[in-house]
């Protein structure tokens, strides 16, 4: 009973064991099956969103009722998806744009990858897709620093470099230093002397970008050496970046503040100087000939006036102020004061009374009227009448 009793544990172990075992043998299986069928792409960067990647569905082997059945679906860690899977026509597009030097630096090769999942059954199938470098990028001079904007114009060196009148041949003058972004050949540089105030006094390796000077350097030579260089990369089409560097043959820092004291901004001075000299003269002749075109438009406007009122058959009609009348021809006086004068009941008096004023007598002139103005008819009865007491005035 005993024996029994040992084995029955032994059993149940030994169980246990082949289980796990067996599940462990079947999720290998299993696993192994997920992972089969791995692609590869490789791509260049700054493709347009909805470039082809390439077919998936061929590449894997895989129908395209069972992409849709499946539906099939990218699964990636990354927070950007740079890819879209179309599963209508089987095809893997670009869905962002895809910068390498932002994705990977100086990692070099540069790639990312990702998985499709496919349901019914469950299936995984990594795809990885290598960047490839483009020449997108142009070169960056970090010293000698420029004060422009845009180091791949020409711009102004805010130092000047020091050579001594007794500096032998092969002196260094300086080194530019560039660097390029870019990967491969594309981020190979090589200088060029693109310019020089005298080309047989100095020249720039083409490797490394240093300045020396090829012959005895004497008295004769200007303090002043300005130098253009430009700074090329091995990429198709090249890309390129011009500096200027200031060089100041001299032996004394006091010569060289004299002579290069408005070296740094004559250019800049000078354009400046040239723009508000334009400017202004823009400005002035633009008034000139507004005023002009002011003074010509009223002398015409004034001359089609009095060509019109020369031409015009309209009879000419006296002014009246308003609120006037004219009463005898020698003067003028206001409505409410002229009124008509009236005798008594006895003729032979001579005594004479006012009664209302003669404003229905009057005709006063109207702003839009254009007739004439009629003498008081009342004046003219009173004068007619041989008892007038005015006749015995006169």
């Given at each position: 009973m005993s024996s029994e009793g040992s084995l029955q544990p032994k059993c149940l172990r030994w169980r246990l064991c082949c289980g796990l075992r067996w599940q462990v043998l079947i999720f290998l299986l299993y696993f192994s099956h997920v992972v089969s069928g791995q692609i590869r792409y490789s791509i260049p960067e700054e493709m347009k969103k909805g470039s082809l990647i390439g077919n998936v569905a061929q590449d894997l082997g895989l129908d395209l009722k069972r992409l849709r059945a499946g539906r099939a679906r990218i699964v990636t860690g990354e927070s950007i998806q740079y890819t879209e899977l179309q599963t209508d026509k089987g095809i893997l597009v670009v869905s962002e744009r895809i910068d390498r030097e932002q994705l990977c630096g100086d990692v070099t090769p540069c790639s990312f990858r990702f998985e499709i999942l496919l349901e019914n059954p469950i299936e995984l199938r990594p795809v990885t897709i290598f960047i490839q470098d483009q020449n997108d990028n142009a070169p960056q001079v970090l010293y000698p620093v420029q004060t422009g904007p845009d180091q791949s114009r020409l711009a102004t060196p805010l130092?000047?470099?020091?050579?001594?009148?007794?500096?032998?041949?092969?002196?260094?003058?300086?080194?530019?230093?560039?660097?390029?972004?870019?990967?491969?050949?594309?981020?190979?540089?090589?200088?060029?002397?693109?310019?020089?105030?005298?080309?047989?006094?100095?020249?720039?390796?083409?490797?490394?970008?240093?300045?020396?000077?090829?012959?005895?350097?004497?008295?004769?030579?200007?303090?002043?050496?300005?130098?253009?260089?430009?700074?090329?990369?091995?990429?198709?089409?090249?890309?390129?970046?011009?500096?200027?560097?200031?060089?100041?043959?001299?032996?004394?820092?006091?010569?060289?503040?004299?002579?290069?004291?408005?070296?740094?901004?004559?250019?800049?001075?000078?354009?400046?100087?040239?723009?508000?000299?334009?400017?202004?003269?823009?400005?002035?002749?633009?008034?000139?000939?507004?005023?002009?075109?002011?003074?010509?438009?009223?002398?015409?406007?004034?001359?089609?006036?009095?060509?019109?009122?020369?031409?015009?058959?309209?009879p000419v009609i006296p002014y009246y102020p308003p609120r006037y009348a004219d009463t005898l021809g020698t003067g003028t006086l206001q409505h409410v004061y002229n009124y008509e004068v009236c005798r008594t009941t006895d003729s032979r008096k001579s005594d004479c009374k006012f009664v209302r004023p003669c404003s229905q007598n009057v005709l006063i002139m109207d702003h839009s009227s254009t007739g004439t103005m009629q003498r008081m008819q009342s004046e003219q009865n009173i004068l007619d009448e041989p008892d007038s007491p005015l006749e015995d005035l006169v």
């Open positions: 130092v000047a470099e020091m050579v001594p009148r007794s500096a032998d041949v092969g002196y260094l003058v300086t080194k530019v230093v560039a660097v390029d972004v870019d990967s491969g050949q594309n981020a190979w540089l090589s200088y060029k002397l693109q310019k020089a105030t005298d080309r047989a006094l100095f020249e720039v390796g083409l490797q490394n970008g240093e300045i020396r000077t090829i012959r005895q350097v004497t008295d004769k030579d200007a303090v002043k050496q300005r130098l253009t260089v430009v700074v090329e990369d091995n990429g198709q089409p090249s890309r390129s970046a011009t500096v200027n560097v200031n060089v100041a043959v001299a032996d004394s820092f006091p010569e060289v503040l004299s002579e290069f004291t408005d070296f740094t901004h004559d250019k800049e001075y000078n354009d400046n100087l040239t723009f508000y000299l334009v400017l202004a003269l823009a400005v002035v002749s633009f008034l000139f000939i507004t005023c002009l075109v002011v003074i010509i438009s009223v002398k015409i406007y004034r001359w089609r006036q009095s060509r019109i009122l020369y031409h015009s058959n309209l």
